[in-house]
């Protein structure tokens, strides 16, 4: 089983700030196989980015994603009030996996 | 617009079988992979596995042997049976659209049920 680590776990910031998440893979993936997805309290998760950089329909700009081999970055460039939420990485390899996720708050 | 509405029993008993079924409306039922994945707080999200229309499925190894996965393409809908079930499987159980080309993901999900597993 590929296992994924995010870090940090919570990441405190301010409106208008930049915000870099990490995603490690315990083996290398497949830069076609990793995607990010947003989650808020009560709501079913997101997609945000697939293929490792490729953004879903109609998400915006600001939100970017780069990597490869084992280690992975979501990054928000200006943080705006709704992007305050957790961010999961998944490898889609043969058997699925996603990291424990990162929490982004308010500071 | 495509959209997934799910249901099923939202309380069991230990040993008891989880059954879930998802029905898809607005858009194509044949070329996407069918999903479940569930959310524990102690687990977070965890892949449960895919079938597509045609029945080709594709479990979590962990899972596999409770796990059964069914489609009724005459409904558009696809099920999850998920047998002796013990606290463990205590998670809000998600159904959603794979997309698998050169670049796999999840694109729809549903909104989600609670499932509690209890004495």
Partial sequence: ?107 | QVQLQQWGAGLLKPSETLSLTCAVSGGSFSGFYWTWIRQSPGKGLEWIGEINHSGNTNYNPSLWSRLTMSVDTSRNQFSLKLNSVTAADTAVYYCARGVIDTMARIDLWGRGTLVSVSS
Wanted: contains cysteine; hydrophobic residues 25%; neutral net charge.
């Fill in chain 1, 1 to 107: 089983e590929i296992v994924l680590t995010q870090s940090p776990d919570t990441l405190s910031l301010s409106p208008g700030e930049r915000a870099s998440l990490s995603c490690r893979a315990s083996q290398s993936l497949s830069s076609s196989s990793l995607v990010w997805y947003q989650q808020k309290p009560g709501q079913a998760p997101r997609l945000l980015i697939y293929g490792t950089s490729s953004r879903a329909t109609g998400i915006p700009d600001r939100f970017s994603g780069s990597g490869s081999g084992t280690d992975f970055t979501l990054t928000i460039s200006r943080l705006e009030p709704e992007d305050f939420a957790v961010y999961y990485c998944q490898q889609y390899g043969r058997s699925p996996t996603f990291g424990q996720g990162t929490k982004v708050e308010i500071k």
